[in-house]
């Protein structure tokens, strides 16, 4: 073969193999063209799982979320929220801004049981720092079934961080407030306390919740938000003052009980107020006997502070006057019961002598004079048969005969046969001397002018002017001898009282009350004591109201005169100044 042929020869293959190439080529486009389709459409399809993978999922979630918002509270979570443990009580104020109550922040206790690896170390460990702990019913609640359990409520700083260096899982805290009083029992009857829960149980404590805030909180619309304080009518300085000189008496009469109350006469602002026994509000478990405010939520015959309102119905519907006699020679007999008085003069007496020895036989003419139902209509007129109104939830209902007869009145005249609150007695008084304006006491701030547009006309101011003569008249010659402090006209009308036991009247238990106002010319505020059965070295009731009660109205007025604002007179017609060298 020629080189020529041999040339020609493989062009000819070389032809051939292009041709071949070309065509797979074309082959192999065809079949990348076809896997890549099919890689796409595998993509997309997983692409799709995922995407309604993430929707079911969502679609679980929120299921769940509206189940939960539809569910009840306690179904969702057996702890509170954090908005609703935290939420604020007002701070109680005093009227000069001094704090009576306030919230401070604390941490409560809890576990949860399905966390607690060992309930017995657990328990064991915790008893390390609570060493009161109840260790029977901590073991109950680590190794319950259930998801929350409070162990204990209102830790101190120091074991919050003694717990927490135990490392023990499945226990937490809880922020919540506890309520602190800072004046301890000093206000305690006024201010009242709070539970655990930081619910108000008495007092201006419970009276905040009743306008509203017990309501708020059970929808949950409370806030941790500070609120708006609370101002009382109370004085803290003149509180601190009744206080004290209750304790003293208590102490020094061996007494079972003692009270007593400041009140504005022309406002029926409630300064100080105070009973003893008493408790401690940051600790009241324990203190029973002492949650009983014996001034407002306890009754007592009040004995013959009682004749102030006898004497004033006399006057009032112009059955007596100041220059009317009384015979007082011989006892009265009435449905076989002897009426006698105890300081018997055996004579005829003036309205003001009726007044200074604190006749029965007298005050007894003066009942029989108006008459049983017209002296029934006078006492409820006054406020003495009737329910007080006024802020603080504990407030007795006076007693009283189911039907008035007119042994009751006679009785009654001279304090037996009626019971009713100190504190009832004492607002009934400030009518005798504030120009017969009854008003109901408050334990808020009141204007004069508010005073005004609420006070009841009960008595002709006449009645007055001559009531608050014969207080000063008594203050200087009779019973309220003990209670006059020097610089201030003291007046007032003292009251012994047999206490009743097991349905009879027996003289050795005494109640001793003391109804005073001072200055007595022109009462700016009124007092009333008392001290139940006291004691003196000369056996049980020796101790007469003008001996105990009258002086512990004296000491009051002595140390809070200054501090309520009133200025000591001296000399007759109050001109003169004391002058300290």
């Known amino acids: 073969m020629t080189f020529l042929s041999r040339i020609m020869l493989l062009k000819s293959r070389a032809h051939f193999s292009t041709d071949g190439q070309r065509g797979g080529v074309t082959a192999n486009n065809l079949t990348i063209k076809g896997a890549g389709k099919r890689k796409s459409q595998m993509a997309k399809n997983r692409v799709g799982v995922v995407i309604a993978g993430f929707c079911l999922v969502y679609a679980v979630i929120g299921g769940r979320l509206v189940q939960y918002g539809y569910a009840q509270p306690e179904t969702v979570s057996s702890i509170l929220p954090a908005d609703r443990l935290m939420a604020s009580r007002p701070d109680i104020l005093d009227r000069n801004g001094e704090v009576l109550a306030t919230d401070i922040r604390t941490v409560s206790l809890f576990a949860e049981p399905h966390k607690i690896v060992d309930a017995d170390e657990a328990v064991e460990r915790l008893q390390t720092v609570l060493t009161d702990l109840d260790v029977r019913d901590t073991y109950r609640k680590l190794s319950s079934d259930s998801r929350f359990q409070w162990l204990r409520r209102q830790l101190t700083p120091k074991q919050q961080s003694q717990i927490l260096a135990l490392g023990i899982p499945g226990i937490g805290f809880r922020p919540e407030k506890r309520r602190f009083y800072p004046g301890g029992p000093t206000a305690s009857h006024v201010v009242g306390y709070v539970n655990i829960d930081n619910r108000g149980m008495t007092g201006m404590e419970k009276y905040i919740d009743n306008q509203g805030m017990a309501d708020l909180r059970a929808l949950g619309m409370t806030t941790d938000a500070p609120l708006e304080p609370v101002k009382l009518s109370i004085d803290l300085r003149v509180q601190n003052i009744v206080r004290d000189v209750l304790v003293k008496a208590m102490d020094k009469f061996k007494a079972i009980g003692a009270g007593g109350v400041v009140i504005d006469a022309h406002t029926g602002e409630i300064l100080a107020m105070a009973s003893l026994p008493d408790y401690d509000p940051n ?190 008249w008594n203050g200087i010659k009779g019973s309220g001898k003990n209670a006059r402090v020097e610089g201030f006209d003291v007046g007032g009308k003292t009251g012994t009282a047999d206490k009743v036991v097991n349905g009879r009247y027996v003289n050795d238990k005494n109640f001793n009350a003391f109804l005073a106002a001072f200055p007595i010319d022109n009462p700016r505020y009124v007092v009333l004591s008392f001290i139940d059965e006291p004691k003196t070295d000369k056996g049980n009731g020796a101790a007469l109201a003008g001996n105990s009660a009258a002086p512990m109205v004296g000491d009051i007025i002595r140390r809070s005169a200054a501090i309520l604002g009133v200025e000591p007179k001296f000399g007759e017609d109050g001109s003169a100044l004391l002058v300290s060298y």
Do not use: C
Not at 317 to 328: C, F
Not at 424 to 430: D, F, K, L, N, P
């Open 283 to 472: 600790n009241p478990v324990g203190s029973e006997e002492g949650w009983l405010s014996r001034m407002a939520n306890a009754t007592f015959e009040m004995g013959s502070t009682f004749k102030s309102f006898t004497v004033a119905m006399g006057l009032d519907h112009k059955k007596i006057n100041m220059n009317s006699t009384l015979d007082a020679r011989y006892p009265i007999r009435l449905g076989g019961f002897t009426i006698k008085d105890f300081h018997g003069k055996n004579r005829i007496l003036t309205v003001p002598e009726v007044f200074q020895y604190s006749s029965n036989i007298g005050t007894a003419k003066i009942a029989d004079l108006v008459g049983t139902d017209a002296h029934k209509e006078f006492l409820t007129r006054i406020g003495l048969l009737t329910r007080m109104q006024t802020e603080l939830p504990e407030v007795a209902m006076p007693s009283q005969p189911r039907v008035w007869k007119k042994i009751n009145s006679v009785t009654i005249s001279f304090g037996h046969g009626v019971s009713t609150t100190p504190l009832q007695t004492a607002v009934a008084g400030v009518a005798l001397v504030n120009g017969g304006k009854l008003l109901n006491p408050t334990f808020l701030p009141r204007t004069r002018e508010q005073a005004d547009q609420i006070a009841q006309q009960v008595l002709d101011p006449a009645t007055s002017t001559d009531m608050r003569f014969l207080f000063r």
